[in-house]
């Protein structure tokens, strides 16, 4: 009844003030595609549509609740189903994901989605930087080959799905063994010859004069102190100059501060994952995520907001409108 009555009253507004008319027709549209399209969407407790099962309770428990990924070998478990239970995953769910971060997939694991072909395979699981990818969980079933180097889980009650447990998985945020220099066109041949997950490449170009320190025993884990979406605070180990590694994507949009308020250089890690460089003195720092160009982008939403408003305070205000509105009250005034 809104959406008719609105439809009525545009004729007779567009004879006194068109902008009117044309904001009854958005509102009328408004109020038909809203609830149309909300109608469409399923009603109810969105554990009925996803019930959990003691696969998904299986993952939760190796997983520990979210600080470890998880995944599914060829096409089990597509990308976005993962989440729905609370679990992390290393797959995005959009073929419009950053390039370089779809790129490292497709090398290591072949995952390379496309319009055409939006889940794709996840294969090669025994690649190393499964491990650097914080990967404790993985999925496959009784009809895909065993992986080599993860270990099946006793779950009877999972049958026809497969766990399997990756003890070599790192932590999301770590101080690697080793840090490899390269240039940029040397990616591929870096991911083909990985051997050791926490051994971690950079870009040349990005380092300037900083020389990595000499590789050390062993993987040294960060602390994390608080976190919430987009913001994480974290204790680096270690006192000298170092890198902190993290398995986190789109390092152009994440920024590090230090505890006192000094601005730390980030770098891309095994291309295209964030990189802390941490000077001598620094152990605490947080880093803050923001999408690139979001600011452009609001400026620019603003800039249009402004001219469209100054657009229509021209028409309504302009020699058009008075003429007209002097016609208007020249014919109602003829006898």
Known sequence: LLVWALLACVPLAARWRPSVAALALVGALA??????????????????????????????????GGNWRSVGMDLMVYPSLLPVYGLAELRPNNVLAPGDQLEVLRL??????????????????????????????????????RPRTLVPLPEPGNLPFLVFRNDRALPRWFVPAAVDVIEPAGLASWIDGLTEPGRVAVFRDQIGSWVPPPGAEAVRAARLLAGRPGHVELEVPGQGSRLLATSLP?????????????????LTVDGAFLGVWCPAGVS????????????????????????????????????????????????????
Not at 32 to 60: C, K, M, N, V
Request: one cysteine or more.
């Open 250 to 266: 789109s390092p152009a949009g994440w920024h590090a501060t230090a505890a006192d308020g000094r601005k730390l250089t980030t």
């Open 108 to 145: 290591a694991f072949g995952f390379a989605p496309t319009a055409e072909n939006y889940y794709a395979r996840f294969a090669r699981v025994d690649h190393p930087l499964l491990s650097f990818l914080n990967v404790r969980a993985v999925v496959g079933n009784i009809y895909l080959p």
């Open 31 to 64: 109020l038909d595609l809203i609830p149309w399209s909300q109608r469409l969407l399923p009603h109810g407790e969105w554990r009925l549509f996803y019930p959990p099962s003691p696969l998904t309770a299986t993952l939760a428990r190796e997983t520990g």
């Open 284 to 335: 605490r720092f947080a880093v803050d995520f923001e999408p690139p160009g979001l600011g452009a982008g609001m400026g620019l939403f603003a800039l249009a907001c402004g001219a469209l408003a100054a657009l229509l305070w021209k028409a309504a205000t302009g020699p058009a409108a008075k003429t007209h509105a002097r016609q208007s009250v020249t014919i109602r005034g003829t006898p």
